[in-house]
Structures are given as C-alpha cells and as structure tokens.
C-alpha cells in the first residue's frame, strides 16, 4: 500500500473511498504475516515504524485485505498471478505469464510502481511503460495495466501516477498529477524515517 508519514490518515481515506482493497507486501509486513526479516534496510525501517504508530482501526483494516482479487470482471494483483506479494510485472514474460494465467480480459497489478499497459496479441504481447497522457482502447484486446504509484513512483517522473478506466467505454487513461514532494519529505524526515525514503522521492526512483 505504501503510507507515507500519515499511516492512519491514508488507511481511514482508503476505507471511506475504496470499494476495492488489496493488500501489498508492506502490508502484510506490518501486520505480521510476512517477516520482516524478509525487507532489506530501509523497507524493514519503515514498516516497524508503521507497525508501532498504527492505530487500532487502521490495523482492522490490513487484516481484512489479500493481495488478490477481482472486480467489475477485472482480475486483480498486487504482484502477479504467478506471486500476487512479491512478483514484479517489469518483463514481457512475466505479463505474459500472468494474463495466461487468468481468464479475465483485463488486469490490473502493482508493486513495481511504474506505470504499464501491455497488450495481448496471440501468444505475444506488445506495450511497456505507459506515460502521463497514454490512452488505451480496451475493445477486442486482452491487456495488463500497472497504474503506477500515487506516492513513490519508480520512473523517474516523481508526480503521483494514476489510472483512470472507464470500464463502459472500455477506455483507460494514464494520468500524473503534481504533489507537494517537499512537504512529504520534510514530515518523513520529522518522524525519523531514513533519509533514502526522502530524497529518492524528488527523483521518482
């Protein structure tokens, strides 16, 4: 999920807002299912701190959340088909992998955070990194789409990336969208956090 300084904040949001929740590795992370032994350096830092600053009903929450689902007809990972926690969908084999694996006409992963839109053709599929402005006509297509992250994007463009699909025109549309990235540095910063999980986020890394 990725909480950024403001954990409760962004969980209570998530709960008023989201129809659909899926849980991501940090998640299963700070509520015990998965070790943190498992997180290198930074990443084990940040999910303790959030363990130990997560309030009762934001924890609720996480329990309530898998890394797998469907919606609307959409298949659903945070990862992949193959691993729904810890697959990054960053190769043509592996999107491949995962619409194979799937009936579904669409899906919708994470985890990478950088934005993608493949598209399946025979055996074969074509697309890469999707860019703020990409439009994508879903009719008579198969396809797999990454939205990329609202708050620590990976491809060196550090605005907060989304999606929007509009599921009765079979339309999608990549969107990026300024944020105050110094604000959320500096509030990293004050709660102690390491400086990596500040600075890299100015660069979109």
């Given amino acids: 999920m990725g909480y950024g300084p403001r954990p409760n904040e962004c969980c209570a949001t998530i709960a008023e807002r989201a129809d659909v929740c899926l849980a991501g ?28 600053v997560l309030a009762p009903e934001a924890q609720e929450l996480l329990v309530r959340l898998e890394p797998a689902g469907s919606a609307h007809g959409v298949s659903l990972y945070h990862g992949s ?9 960053l190769s043509d084999e592996g999107a491949l992998a995962t619409l194979e694996l799937t009936d579904s006409p669409l899906v919708l992963v994470g985890h990478s955070h950088v934005a993608l839109q493949v598209v399946q053709s025979d055996d074969a599929v074509t697309g890469g990194v999707a860019k703020g402005g990409t439009e994508l006509e879903l009719d008579g297509v198969r396809a797999l ?61």
């Fill in 25 to 52: 590795n940090h998640d299963l992370a700070v509520r015990g299912t998965i070790d943190l032994e498992e997180f290198g350096g930074e990443a084990a830092v940040a999910a303790r701190w959030t363990r130990d």
């Fill in 81 to 89: 088909a193959r691993d729904p926690v810890w697959e990054y969908v």
């Fill in 145 to 205: 789409l990454n939205p990329g992250s609202v708050g620590q994007p990976r491809d060196g463009d550090p605005r907060a990336a989304y999606l929007l699909l509009d599921l009765d025109a079979r339309r999608v549309h990549f969107r990026r969208v300024e944020y105050d990235v110094k604000l959320t540095q500096r509030e990293i910063r004050d709660a102690g956090l390491p400086e990596m999980l500040a600075g890299r986020l100015e660069l979109g890394l």
